[in-house]
C-alpha cells in the first residue's frame, strides 16, 4: 500500500493565552496566513461545563489568495489535529451567511475533514441554525473518544 505524501507548511505560533492561541505559516506565493483558536464558552449555556473547553476555529490569508495550494488545506487539518490532541478539547467552525459564502467555506470544511486523515479517530458533525435575517451552519470537529460529542448542539445558547 501506497503511502500519501503531503507538504505542510511551517507554522510559527503567534500568540498564545488560555482563551486564545493564534499561529500563522506563508505559502510558497508569500501568502501568510493566520489561524486562530478562541474559546467559544460565548456560544454555550453557561452552566456547560464540558463546553467550557470548545474552541472556535478562523483562518484567514492576509491578502489576496493566489492560485490553488493543496498545501494550505494539509496545514490547517495538521494544526487542528495537533491542537485538538495538546489541549484535549473540540474544535468548532461556524459559517455564517452574512456575505452570501457561508455554504461554500461550509463544503470546504467538511470536504476537508472527509479527505483528510483526521476522518480516523475522529468525528464530525454539523447544525444549520436559522434566524431572521441570517442563517449559519455550526461545525464540530473531535475526538472519537469525547463522551460530550452528542450534547454540544443541544448545549448552544441559540437553543436555550
Known amino acids: 500500500m501506497q503511502k500519501e505524501f503531503y507538504k505542510t507548511y511551517p507554522v ?26 478562541t ?6 449555556k453557561e452552566e456547560c461545563t464540558a463546553c467550557h473547553e470548545v474552541h472556535e476555529i478562523s483562518f484567514v490569508p492576509n491578502g489576496d489568495k493566489s492560485r490553488f495550494d493543496q498545501s494550505i488545506r ?13 489541549h484535549e478539547c473540540p474544535v468548532l467552525y461556524v459559517c455564517d451567511s452574512l456575505d452570501l459564502r457561508a455554504e461554500c ?16 479517530g475522529f468525528k464530525y458533525d ?4 436559522v434566524f431572521d ?17 452528542n450534547d454540544y448542539f443541544q448545549q448552544l445558547e441559540v437553543f436555550g
Open 74 to 86: 494539509h496545514t490547517i487539518i495538521d494544526l487542528m489535529q495537533i491542537f485538538i490532541d495538546k
Open 12 to 37: 510559527f505560533i503567534t500568540h498564545e493565552s488560555h482563551n486564545k492561541h493564534i499561529y500563522s505559516f506563508t505559502t510558497d506565493s508569500d501568502i501568510v496566513y493566520t489561524v486562530v483558536f
Open 105 to 120: 467555506r461550509s463544503r470546504l470544511f467538511k470536504k476537508w475533514f472527509e479527505t483528510s486523515r483526521l476522518k480516523s
Open 126 to 129: 454539523f447544525k444549520n441554525l
Open 39 to 44: 474559546r467559544a464558552n460565548y456560544l454555550f
Open 133 to 149: 435575517d441570517f442563517s449559519m451552519k455550526v461545525e464540530i470537529i473531535s475526538r472519537e473518544s469525547d463522551q460530550n460529542f
